[in-house]
């Protein structure tokens, strides 16, 4: 086994440590206090050809593979998890479903600007209703001709204000006591598509989280993603590669809480000596050190099993699990470190703290996560 990084792994993670601190890091307390989306730090994200890593340069991607998407995402989200979750679901949501099942006509129309940062990649599957329960989606397609007409409502959708089109599941008729559901790619300019950015979060707040209103939206049927009554299948298969994203943003949250809290440990004085200098903190921050390396490894393990083309169902779904309620933990004890400064919106790791929780919840709760690995274990 080999643990170390290629070469062009370390250049991608240097790359991407040099350009969160210089330029994600500088405003990111200031665009969460406005809640301003880092639309300058995604433009030069393009710039820099990062917009499709992992896909192939025929498309206007990086070439690079699953592992580089992870220290990627890792680097964002250390100095802010917006980025990093805009960063995240571009990816893995908004591009993947179309390089796995699109048409090569939907590539070149589709995938290319997505990979060249044109736009921004959405994926609308969650609705009001169907959470974890992705498979009570409500949005219904009827075919009309040549074009479906689409009706229904999705919820928490990331990126959407930003993205030209989206791709979103909707009922297509049934088979037996079951839903078929298909995939279409929208555009969100389409007459009778409204998006709606009004959400009140807890944390995450410069990224982009949405509502898509469906009225009479009629795309062509040359707009169908994949294969017609597959597309709850495509969209779980898309899953699989997005826990390893939400993994990957749950490490970079952790590190970053866990670098403030070592920082600040040295550097806080009660009782005559530094905070590090007592056996509880230390333990807290050995704790901490520990558990963001075996999560790291877990997000590593599942990449790397994807990039050889191998099942990856149940280490995704470990990884996220581990990642995200790590994350968690870290932040908490974060906070705890900093005392009464840690509530304090200038030492950052509040935010960090706000910006965790979601890494539980979203791309499969922690308890969907559990039901997915004692499925893969045979129970």
């Given at each position: 086994m080999n643990f170390d990084l290629t070469e062009e792994q370390k250049m991608i993670r240097k790359l991407m440590r040099d350009f969160a601190e210089g330029e994600v890091a500088p405003g990111a307390d200031e665009r969460d206090r406005k809640k301003e989306f880092p639309l300058e730090v995604i433009k030069k994200m393009a710039k820099l050809n990062l917009m499709g890593l992992p896909f192939p340069e025929e498309y206007g991607g990086a070439g690079a593979d699953t592992i580089s998407f992870a220290i990627a995402v890792e680097e964002?989200?250390?100095?802010?998890?917006?980025?990093?979750?805009?960063?995240?679901?571009?990816?893995?949501?908004?591009?993947?479903?179309?390089?796995?099942?699109?048409?090569?006509?939907?590539?070149?129309?589709?995938?290319?600007?997505?990979?060249?940062g044109e736009t921004l990649g959405a994926f609308g599957l969650t609705e009001p209703n169907a959470g974890s329960d992705a498979g009570g989606t409500r949005t219904k397609a009827e075919r009309d001709g040549d074009e479906w007409v689409i009706?229904?409502?999705?919820?928490?959708?990331?990126?959407?204000?930003y993205a030209d089109f989206v791709s979103l599941t909707a009922v297509t008729g049934r088979k037996g006591d079951k839903s078929e559901i298909t995939a279409f790619i929208v555009p969100t300019d389409a007459e009778g598509f409204t998006v709606n950015a009004n959400y009140l979060k807890m944390g995450l707040h410069s990224s982009n989280t949405t509502e898509l209103v469906l009225e009479n939206v009629r795309v062509p049927h040359e707009n169908v993603l994949g294969k017609i009554g597959e597309g709850f299948k495509q969209f779980l298969i898309t899953l699989d590669g997005g826990r390893i994203g939400?993994?990957?943003?749950?490490?970079?949250?952790a590190q970053g809480a866990?670098?403030?809290?070592?920082?600040?440990?040295?550097?806080?004085?009660?009782?005559?000596?530094?905070?590090s200098k007592f056996q509880a903190i230390q333990h807290k921050l050995a704790d901490m050190a520990m558990n963001i390396?075996?999560?790291?490894?877990?997000?590593?393990?599942?990449?790397?099993?994807k990039d050889q083309g191998r099942r990856f169902t149940k280490?995704?779904?470990?990884?996220?699990?581990?990642?995200?309620?790590?994350?968690?933990?870290?932040?908490?004890?974060?906070?705890?470190?900093?005392?009464?400064?840690?509530?304090?919106?200038d030492f950052k790791v509040e935010r960090?703290?706000?910006?965790?929780?979601?890494?539980e919840i979203g791309e499969g709760t922690s308890e969907i996560q559990r039901n997915i690995i004692a499925r893969e274990i045979g129970c």
């Open positions: 964002l989200s250390r100095v802010d998890a917006s980025v990093g979750i805009t960063y995240s679901a571009h990816i893995s949501l908004g591009c993947a479903p179309i390089y796995l099942f699109g048409t090569e006509e939907q590539k070149r129309k589709y995938l290319v600007p997505l990979c060249r009706n229904g409502t999705k919820c928490f959708i990331t990126n959407a204000s939400i993994g990957a943003m749950a490490v970079g949250i866990y670098e403030a809290a070592l920082r600040y440990a040295k550097e806080r004085v009660q009782f005559g000596q530094s905070l390396e075996v999560a790291r490894n877990m997000v590593y393990k599942a990449a790397w099993l280490e995704a779904s470990m990884c996220k699990l581990f990642a995200s309620e790590m994350a968690m933990r870290v932040c908490d004890q974060a906070v705890q470190i900093h005392g009464g400064w840690g509530y304090m919106h960090y703290f706000r910006d965790a929780k979601l890494t």
